[in-house]
T-cell receptor, first 116, second 116 residues
Framework: AQKVTQAQTEISVVEKEDVTLDCVYE???????LFWYKQPPSGELVFLIR??????QNEISGRYSWNLQKSTSSFNFTITASQVVDSAVYFC?????????????FGKGTKLSVIP | DAGVIQSPRHEVTEMGQEVTLRCKPI?????LFWYRQTMMRGLELLIY????????DSGMPEDRFSAKMPNASFSTLKIQPSEPRDSAVYFC??????????????FGEGSRLTVL
């Protein structure tokens, strides 16, 4: 069975600090997809990124960057120069295409608080 | 384009009452998912439909829960009778055939249910 672990339940940083959110996954498949979703205080789930298991290159989008390391089964998310608007719960998720269920398995989430 | 639309956004009811949550997926999406979010258990998949047909309902907690998708543009999740432990945020999500192969979902804003 697939599993996603986000060991950090809550993180607090001061504005402009960098912060890394950890995600460790378990899967027996060689082909899979990893996701990060953001849930701001308003409650909706916002898609941030999707990576496939064959692409281990770091991806950067503005202040956000993601690092997939298959050797450690980790898919970490770094926010550079954090801002108050980054305060949210962040979920890492895993899917295995072709498994017949197309379902995402979510981690428990990491609550990030950015203090002004 | 309109996103996934859920109603009601908030529902407060008394134990034993019937609750019906509604979802309109994104037009053209052929997969629909119902998730439940609680503090204790995080995001759990309850059921998903493909082309209006329920594919996997193994996450539905018990017989008090039922879901239907009478057509491609509408789905309901019903709880009868409701219990306080059903209090949660219920999310509906949809995906297209293209996205379903990777697990990328588009979420609604959720329906927050409180059962007194």
């Amino acid at each position: 069975a697939q599993k996603v672990t986000q060991a950090q339940t809550e993180i607090s940083v001061v504005e402009k600090e960098d912060v890394t959110l950890d995600c460790v996954y378990e899967t027996r498949d060689t082909t899979y997809y990893l996701f990060w979703y953001k849930q701001p205080p308003s409650g909706e789930l916002v898609f941030l990124i999707r990576r496939n298991s064959f692409d281990e290159q770091n991806e950067i989008s503005g202040r956000y960057s993601w690092n997939l390391q298959k050797s450690t089964s980790s898919f970490n998310f770094t926010i550079t120069a954090s801002q108050v608007v980054d305060s949210a719960v962040y979920f890492c998720a895993l899917s295995e295409p072709g498994a017949g269920s197309y379902q995402l398995t979510f981690g428990k989430g990491t609550k990030l608080s950015v203090i002004p | 384009d309109a996103g996934v639309i859920q109603s009601p956004r908030h529902e407060v009811t008394e134990m034993g009452q019937e609750v019906t949550l509604r979802c309109k997926p994104i037009s053209g999406h052929n997969s629909l998912f119902w998730y439940r979010q609680t503090m204790m258990r995080g995001l759990e998949l309850l059921i998903y439909f493909n082309n209006n047909v329920p594919i996997d309902d193994s996450g539905m907690p018990e017989d008090r829960f039922s879901a239907k998708m009478p057509n491609a543009s509408f789905s309901t999740l019903k709880i009868q009778p409701s219990e306080p432990r059903d209090s949660a945020v219920y999310f509906c999500a949809s995906s297209s055939h293209r996205d379903s192969n990777t697990g990328e979902l588009f979420f609604g804003e959720g329906s927050r249910l409180t059962v007194l």
